[in-house]
């Protein structure tokens, strides 16, 4: 059960009205990594979690909050909209060349689609979709996600800070940047305690059917020898890393049968 309070979680105002930063501000609402992405998939792991209720309370409690988030960047692009122009004459496009530019630099789906409020898509008007979902059923394959996500928000709200000079704008941000800080630490914790009790390798109890002797060989596929610096480290499940100088082509020359001549294959 959800109960929608009507105070946001945080301050979200512009000092003024910006229809090109609501425009940037999509990317952290409706990007692969924004913060619908965060909530959807932190509450589908903690609905789909049936083990330790500890795990289960932080991905609920997070994803909830990324509701919140949601909500705020919502409502900051609202309040960047207001007033935003959308429709002129060329003659007043030609007199105001200013004009002409943020025009040309707004999201036009801002006003043809939502009005001039928020919509669930990137800033180049790609729709937020399930595919940037991660919920899998694995704990510790979660919480690596969990760690990638909360890492790529934070870096392109970094981003976004410079983009504007707006101190409202900013504020929100730094109260964003804060809670992605202690999100990033949170999942690598439970990462930790994770990868303790069921191993680093996702999944863990698969030795006994893996060809062990290619687990820990760096083969050598580039130009380069950079990975020959691993060679011989401790990974971190407690093997040593070998390397291989000229992988060997194992499997031979596959040799398949044309398909049927009525599938109208050129083959043979």
Known sequence: MFKHTRKLQYNAKPDRPDPLMARRLQEALGGQWGETTGMMSYLSQGWSSTGDEKYKDLLLDTGTEEIGHVEMISTMI?????????????EELKKDPS?????SGMDPEHALVHGLTAGLNNPNGAAWNAGYVTSSGNLVADMRFNVVRESQARLQVSRLYYMTEDKGVRDMLKFLLARETQ????????QEELEEKYGVIVPGDMKDIEHQEFTHVLMNFSDGDGSRQFEGQIAKDGEKFTYQEEPEAMGGIPETKPADKRLHNDQG
């Open 78 to 90: 609202a309040y960047l909209l207001e007033g935003a122009p959308f429709q002129a004459t060329p």
């Open 99 to 103: 004009l002409a530019a943020l025009m």
């Open 183 to 190: 999100h990033q630490l949170q999942f690598m914790k439970a």
